[in-house]
């Protein structure tokens, strides 16, 4: 059973270009977390969704920030107009039910975005 | 506002020893706590997980507990090896939002 699957590992980004980060959750996980750690920084929540819901986004930036996960393919972050402070490792969780009733869940290895 | 803090934020001890982690946090209306470790450039691996009404949790060399009424968990490693060396992230749940401490970097010498 394939863990948590997140692309690309790396990304470099110019400043004002827009980052698209992938993640597929585990096989029969419905549940998707995003946390983002900044340099010096402990990880911080930025969104959880269901499948074509956002159930909670009190995390996530009020612009430029963005996230979806479709019925179909994987759950998407996406950045636009992406600058020098978005350099960060973005990290996709994902469990097989409401982690609220205590599920365990589980991270993939993480997106490393730099803004150049 | 919940926050989480973990000490020390850096430990060095010699292999063999017993080592203990803290954390507390300041919001006590918490759904669970897990442990996690986290090795440079690499994703979180899970430890331990302790559910609200649950005291401890333990797993192999492994041992955390939980007092909710303080707002404090420890975690607690026996006879620590080369290989425990990495960063240790306690993270209280709150629903399902994870609050996480800054870690502590452990570095266990041969």
């Known amino acids: 059973n394939a863990g948590v699957m997140q692309n690309p590992r790396h990304l470099v980004r110019r400043r004002g270009q827009e980052a698209r980060l992938r993640c597929s959750p585990m096989?029969?996980?419905?549940?998707v977390y995003w946390y983002r750690q900044l340099p010096e920084e402990g990880l911080k929540f930025m969104v959880y969704?269901?499948?074509?819901?956002?159930?909670?986004e009190s995390g996530m930036p009020k612009e430029r920030f963005s996230a979806e996960f479709p019925k179909e393919g994987p759950s998407i972050l996406r950045i636009q107009q992406v600058v020098r402070g978005d350099s960060a490792a973005y990290f996709c969780?994902?469990?097989?039910?409401?982690?609220?009733?205590?599920?365990?869940?589980?991270f993939g290895e993480g997106s490393w975005l730099t803004v150049v | 506002k919940q926050e989480v803090t973990q000490i020390p934020a850096a430990l060095s001890v010699p292999e063999g020893e017993n080592l203990v982690l803290n954390c507390s946090f300041t919001?006590?209306?918490?759904?669970?706590l897990q442990w996690f470790r986290q090795d440079p450039g690499k994703g979180l691996t899970s430890l331990l997980l302790?559910?609200?009404?649950?005291r401890e949790q333990t797993s192999g060399r492994l041992n955390a507990s939980l007092d909710k009424s303080s707002g404090r968990s420890t975690l607690y490693i026996a006879a620590s090896q080369p290989g425990d060396s990495a960063t240790y992230l306690c993270?209280?749940?709150?629903?399902?939002?994870?609050?996480f401490g800054a870690g502590t970097i452990l570095r266990v010498k041969s």
């Open positions: 969780a994902s469990s097989p039910l409401d982690r609220a009733a205590g599920n365990t869940i589980y």
């Open positions: 096989k029969g996980h419905s549940h």
């Open positions: 969704l269901q499948k074509e819901n956002i159930i909670d």
């Open positions: 919001d006590s209306a918490i759904y669970n």
């Open positions: 302790i559910q609200s009404s649950q």
């Open positions: 993270a209280v749940g709150y629903g399902n939002k994870l609050v």
